[in-house]
């Protein structure tokens, strides 16, 4: 144990949970205890319970149970020590370490990282108050950051001098040396490291400032736009990720964490109310990012062109999903905006970027897709290659034949060959086409109903009927589906080669609809088409009974008489074809 035990007992004594757990949670007193909401998982209804007397906690929801010291740990996600030392600085407590060389590298770290926030609160200051500041002051306003914006993320102003910070801030060269804050010149003089330059300070998930990003104002000479802290003993760029000090609490709640590139993206994204945004700094995600990222949620959604790097940057992805268990999904901006562009512009086009932010392979395969073409045999041949080559990198063999069908459906080849290359998993695919699926087969109302029966059986067969289909291929396929009672695997071996093919494409269609509108349209049209041939009918209870089916028709558009409707027709239509089927 590197802190004292006297220290930690002190502390202990002297914090209240109740306080403490109030900072995260509200609280109403019951009884001896006082009850919440818990914060560790998901409910309506506290039993999540606080006793000052015992200073101990339990939910009877999830059995989450500790001290204070335990709360901490949780909730902030630090070690033991950690939560020690954040809780010490809370209550203004002075620490005692006991002797060794654990000790001794943390009180020289405790050193540093103070050494960083006199630098963060000097910055910071010259930003608010200084008149050197002022256009700094006009850029941030201009970019929507306004002073409340640069309190809440402690930005700072760098003046255009030599070693106005170093002077004044009251720490020995060596100090600001070790943490990148100056350096000393040719001369031998001090000098800042960054000058005339906005800065975002960054912390590390504990919030413990540990280094700075600066950006130069327009119109300056200075040719690199950006500047960040390089690598010290308390700042590691892989292992760091700008605002996660200030998201993480939201990220574990919604289970979902959006990393971008930039610092005012991040801020962007808070300013829209969307705060579970992180950025990484200055360099690609890496495998440490995502070991932290996992510790806080399961879900990462890119807010940047991860395809940009290629297929190798593909394979690390699709290797971290697997072996941190993460869904990586990407969002897409509209007008190639960045997240900071939109914060200011269109907020509401940004929440919906991240609600309808794809899976990681699904974006790659759509935008491949999109880029294709299917006008020729030619071109819908190497659209399915193109296309393939991306699936082909999941080393998911069933993600792949799923996917494989997406493509078959949008290409129109037969589902069996491409997923036979999915099996394959083959980085150079050949696909080979054969006629065009007639569009009007892939897309019309009688697939769409056929689709919805193959993924939902149970939504629609109620009002399906074999009399309902006009296109003999859709009809076999749905008697054999229906044969089986939408067993998608049985359906396919008792399928004719042209039936089966149409159940593999529906079973990987993407439909978005009502099931009983289909089925109410798919009935009006049978019918429709079954009265039109019967212009010729003599016999009265016929004749009768057309008319009927007319007077059923306009019901099908009352809410209230529809389902009677749709059943009625469904007998009219079942004696009528079967008469000359």
């Not at 798919?522 to 209870?541: F, G, K, M, Y």
Request: hydrophobic share 40%; charged share 30%; glycine share 6%.
């Amino acid at each position: 144990m590197a802190i004292s035990d006297d220290d930690i007992e002190r502390l202990r004594e002297t914090v209240s949970l109740v306080d403490v757990v109030q900072g995260y949670l509200p609280l109403r007193r019951v009884g001896r205890n006082w009850v919440g909401l818990c914060p560790f998982h998901a409910e309506k209804s506290g039993s999540f319970n606080v006793r000052e007397e015992t200073k101990r906690y339990r939910c009877f929801g999830c059995g989450a149970a500790g001290d204070v010291f335990k709360f901490v740990q949780e909730i902030e996600h630090l070690d033991f020590v950690g939560s020690i030392e954040h809780l010490a600085n809370k209550a203004g407590m002075t620490l005692t370490y006991t002797t060794g060389g654990q000790s001794k590298d943390r009180q020289h770290r405790k050193q540093l990282i103070e050494v960083m926030d006199k630098a963060v609160n000097w910055y910071h200051d010259r930003l608010l108050t200084s008149p050197d500041a002022r256009v700094a002051r006009d850029y941030l306003r201009d970019r929507g950051l306004s002073g409340d914006v640069a309190r809440q993320f402690k930005m700072g102003w760098a003046p255009d001098d030599w070693d106005a910070m170093s002077r004044e801030i009251g720490v020995s060269i060596d100090l600001l040396k070790e943490v990148g804050l100056a350096f000393v010149n040719k001369r031998g003089k001090s000098q800042d490291s960054f000058r005339a330059r906005v800065l975002f300070p960054i912390f590390t998930d504990a919030g413990d400032a540990v280094a700075f990003g600066g950006r130069i104002l327009p119109g300056s000479t200075d040719p690199a736009k950006y500047k960040n802290s390089s690598e010290t003993t308390i700042y590691a760029k892989s292992k760091t990720l700008y605002g996660l000090n200030w998201a993480k609490q939201d990220i574990v709640a919604a289970d979902e964490v959006i990393v971008c590139e930039g610092y005012t993206d991040v801020i962007g994204f808070h300013r829209s109310g969307i705060s579970r945004a992180v950025a990484t700094c200055g360099t690609a995600l890496t495998e440490e990012h995502v070991r932290l990222l996992k510790r806080f949620a399961n879900k990462v959604i890119l807010a940047f062109d991860a395809d940009a790097a290629g297929q190798g940057a593909a394979e690390r992805f699709y290797e971290w999903e697997s072996r941190y268990k993460l869904q990586v999904f990407v969002a897409k901006f509209p007008d190639g905006k960045d997240p900071g562009e939109l914060a200011m512009t269109n907020p509401e086009a940004l929440a919906a970027a991240i609600k309808d932010a794809k899976p990681f392979l699904g974006f790659r395969l759509q935008r491949t897709l999109d880029a294709g073409s299917i006008a020729s045999p030619e071109a819908r041949s190497r659209t399915a290659q193109q296309a393939m080559a991306v699936i082909n990198e999941h080393p998911d063999k069933n993600v792949r034949k799923i996917y494989a069908g997406e493509v078959a459906s949008h290409v129109g080849i037969p589902a069996v060959d491409l997923m036979q290359l999915a099996e394959r998993g083959s980085r150079k695919p050949e696909v080979r086409t054969g006629p065009t699926v007639d569009s009007s087969r892939r897309e019309n109302a009688e697939f769409v109903a056929l689709s919805i029966m193959v993924q939902d059986w149970n939504a629609i067969a109620t009002w399906m009927s074999e009399s309902l289909f006009s296109d003999d291929v859709y009809r076999r396929a749905y008697l054999a589906v229906a044969s089986v009672t939408g067993n998608i695997a049985s359906a396919l071996e008792v399928a004719d080669p042209e039936a089966r093919e149409v159940v593999e494409r529906a079973a990987v269609a993407d439909i978005d609809s009502d099931p009983f509108t289909e089925a109410k349209n798919l009935i009006s049209a049978a019918v429709r088409r079954e009265l039109s041939n019967r212009n010729r009918i003599t016999d009265p209870d016929e004749i009768r009974a057309d008319r009927d089916a007319r007077i059923l028709l306009e019901e099908l558009d009352n809410t209230t008489m529809a389902d009677a409707a749709a059943m009625e027709l469904l007998d009219w239509l079942g004696k009528r074809v079967g008469e000359h089927a």
